[in-house]
């Protein structure tokens, strides 16, 4: 029962008044392992101080205002929970392996960088060199490299040396530049797996230790990780800002409103919880109701972040043997898709990613859609699949026969699609073109375009009008402004964030509640850019890299 269980929460607080005059500082509520106090004087005095009035007054709030235990038991913990912050992250041993790897693709190329990082960084380089001297931070030297156990001569190489912290990784790193065949890729390999305390990298461990000592934030490691991939304009301009760090501002101006706010409702319920709340409330309302709609704002930008991330998905619908396979291969500039007289050629989905208008597009040519009963058992699931693809396509493109543009079964589509073609035009009538464009004009097409696959007619004004689609589709991306929400993660987390104040801001009344709230905003923030350590999420994040980055 909850009385009883008062009652009893009220016995204990009682029974330990006392005894927590003497608690040393390491049995402080809250753990402080591994982690600093900011104005440790200030927040030892004021727990210890004030632990025989809190076990008081949460025994008296639980026993006459029938608060539950929990609620009355958080007094004694807050004075030291929100004074606590946590290091930089720093979750690795003592003293780490020297690692190395390929940082370039492997295979015959004009020249492969090896990479490696570590306290044995110099070793490594006296060790393949044969000299003893020390090599200079940022300096391109040319020598010999020789395999440790033989002595014999492996390759010419340039070797640069950058002394940590002032490196990628924050570690002293040494990189190998040598020529590029798979035999000399092969013959370092061993020389450098030969040198004791050298052991080959894990997928992602350089930027994992750039993350763990400070040199990058979790969102600049999603970018580099975004950027290492991007192939098109877009998602490079996007990853590249987001490597740079240039929205970290943007994070950390959130955070310290809500840490201000913060420290606004827990001053007041340290030292003025029988004082009204309600100037104190009003001074942050307003803070936390502007940062709610900041977050708000950049949460309603139409997904665009995720789909310059991810590409754009563009799928070309319509009835069988219209030329929509042309239609990929004329995008493609390459035979992508078989093309054939015969009706029903496409059978399932057939992908080609390109790049359109500075954007990664995935093309998805579909099987003709048409009635059902026509279709046999194979034909039947690809018309389900290009109706799913349809549903989930970012920019749908419907084409029709010049000859034959009115079907029941795709007239019903010209409302879902953004892009309207009459292909065919060559083998049409001019009567045929008019009469096709007017029937889409009436089903609410707006200025389909007439083309020819075959002739190559009207293919650029097709294009263009493509390129405007796919811009408006996963919206401006340039030098000067990219989103700020490029993953579901930041979504997620942002979402988190904003429900949090959003239920503080109700608990007007109560600021106990209401600073719980806060914090687990603030939390939800850290989580994103990464300063509390979340071990599955950073797994996953790393995971996303090449052995050599």
């Known amino acids: 029962?909850?009385?009883?269980?008062?009652?009893?929460?009220?016995?204990?607080?009682?029974?330990?008044?006392?005894?927590?005059?003497?608690?040393?500082?390491?049995?402080?509520?809250?753990?402080?392992?591994?982690?600093?106090?900011?104005?440790?004087?200030?927040?030892?005095?004021?727990?210890?101080?004030?632990?025989?009035?809190?076990?008081?007054?949460?025994?008296?709030?639980?026993?006459?205002?029938?608060?539950h235990p929990a609620h009355a038991l958080r007094t004694l913990v807050r004075p030291a929970v929100w004074r606590v912050t946590p290091h930089r992250n720093v979750f690795s041993q003592p003293t780490r392996d020297t690692i190395?790897?390929?940082?370039?693709?492997?295979?015959?190329?004009?020249?492969?960088?090896?990479?490696?990082?570590?306290?044995?960084?110099?070793?490594?380089?006296?060790?393949?060199?044969?000299?003893?001297?020390?090599p200079r931070a940022r300096s391109a030297v040319v020598r010999m490299?020789?395999?440790?156990?033989?002595?014999?001569?492996?390759?010419?190489?340039?070797?640069?040396?950058?002394?940590?912290?002032?490196?990628?990784?924050?570690?002293?790193?040494?990189?190998i530049h040598t020529h590029g065949s798979v035999a000399v890729q092969r013959a370092l390999v061993r020389a450098l797996s030969s040198v004791d305390g050298l052991r080959m990298a894990l997928p992602g461990e350089f930027a994992k230790r750039a993350f763990e000592n400070g040199r990058l934030g979790a969102t600049q490691v999603e970018g580099l990780a975004d950027l290492v991939n991007a192939e098109s304009e877009a998602q490079r301009i996007q990853a590249l800002h987001q490597m740079q760090g240039l929205h970290g501002p943007v994070f950390q101006e959130w955070t310290d409103s809500l840490v201000a706010c913060l420290?606004?409702?827990?001053?007041?319920?340290?030292?003025?919880?029988?004082?009204?709340?309600?100037?104190?409330?009003?001074?942050?309302?307003?803070?936390?109701?502007?940062?709610?709609?900041?977050?708000?704002?950049?949460?309603?930008?139409?997904?665009?972040?995720?789909?310059?991330?991810?590409?754009?998905?563009?799928?070309?619908?319509?009835?069988?043997?219209?030329?929509?396979?042309?239609?990929?291969?004329?995008?493609?500039?390459?035979?992508?898709?078989?093309?054939?007289?015969e009706a029903g050629t496409t059978r399932d989905l057939v992908h080609s990613h390109l790049e359109i208008g500075g954007h990664a597009v995935r093309v998805a040519d579909t099987a003709g859609i048409r009635s059902l009963g026509e279709a046999g058992t194979i034909e039947r699931e690809g018309i389900r699949r290009a109706k799913n693809a349809l549903q989930g396509a970012h920019v749908r493109v419907l084409v029709v026969d010049a000859t034959a543009p009115s079907q029941s079964e795709t007239d019903s589509l010209v409302a879902q699609c953004d892009v309207h073609v009459v292909n065919k035009a060559d083998i049409a009538s001019r009567a045929q073109v008019d009469a096709a464009v007017a029937h889409l004009a009436s089903l609410g097409a707006r200025?389909?375009?007439?083309?020819?696959?075959?002739?190559?007619?009207?293919?650029?004004?097709?294009?263009?009008?493509?390129?405007?689609?796919?811009?408006?589709?996963?919206?401006?991306?340039?030098?000067?402004?990219?989103?700020?929400?490029?993953?579901?993660r930041h979504r997620h987390l942002l979402q988190r964030t904003r429900a949090a104040l959003d239920t503080c801001l109700a608990?007007?009344?109560?600021?106990?509640?209401?600073?719980?709230?806060?914090?687990?905003?603030?939390?939800?923030?850290?989580?994103?850019?990464?300063?509390?350590?979340?071990?599955?999420?950073?797994?996953?994040?790393?995971?996303?890299?090449?052995?050599?980055?």
């Open 145 to 175: 490299l020789r395999d440790p156990s033989t002595g014999n001569p492996l390759d010419e190489a340039l070797l640069l040396f950058f002394g940590g912290p002032r490196s990628f990784t924050g570690e002293d790193v040494l990189e």
């Open 100 to 134: 190395f790897a390929l940082a370039t693709a492997t295979g015959r190329a004009a020249v492969s960088v090896f990479r490696v990082s570590g306290e044995r960084a110099q070793t490594v380089y006296q060790v393949l060199t044969c000299r003893h001297d020390v």
């Open 507 to 549: 608990h007007k009344d109560d600021a106990d509640l209401a600073a719980e709230d806060v914090r687990q905003a603030i939390r939800a923030l850290q989580e994103l850019t990464g300063r509390v350590d979340i071990e599955e999420v950073l797994d996953q994040l790393f995971s996303e890299f090449c052995i050599g980055k």
């Open 263 to 341: 420290a606004s409702l827990e001053a007041h319920l340290d030292f003025g919880e029988d004082e009204d709340v309600g100037p104190v409330w009003d001074s942050v309302r307003s803070r936390i109701a502007s940062t709610s709609r900041s977050i708000a704002e950049h949460l309603n930008d139409g997904n665009r972040g995720q789909i310059t991330r991810d590409g754009v998905q563009l799928a070309l619908v319509g009835p069988p043997n219209v030329g929509k396979s042309s239609i990929l291969n004329m995008l493609a500039r390459e035979n992508v898709a078989i093309v054939a007289d």
């Open 1 to 67: 029962d909850r009385a009883a269980a008062t009652e009893e929460s009220c016995r204990t607080l009682s029974r330990n008044t006392e005894s927590a005059r003497n608690w040393p500082a390491d049995a402080l509520p809250g753990t402080l392992s591994g982690r600093s106090l900011k104005r440790t004087p200030f927040a030892l005095a004021s727990t210890r101080s004030r632990l025989p009035a809190a076990c008081a007054q949460a025994a008296h709030r639980a026993r006459g205002g029938g608060m």
């Open 447 to 488: 200025a389909p375009i007439v083309i020819s696959c075959a002739t190559l007619s009207n293919v650029d004004a097709f294009r263009s009008k493509l390129e405007d689609v796919v811009r408006s589709a996963a919206g401006k991306v340039t030098s000067e402004e990219t989103p700020l929400v490029t993953r579901a």
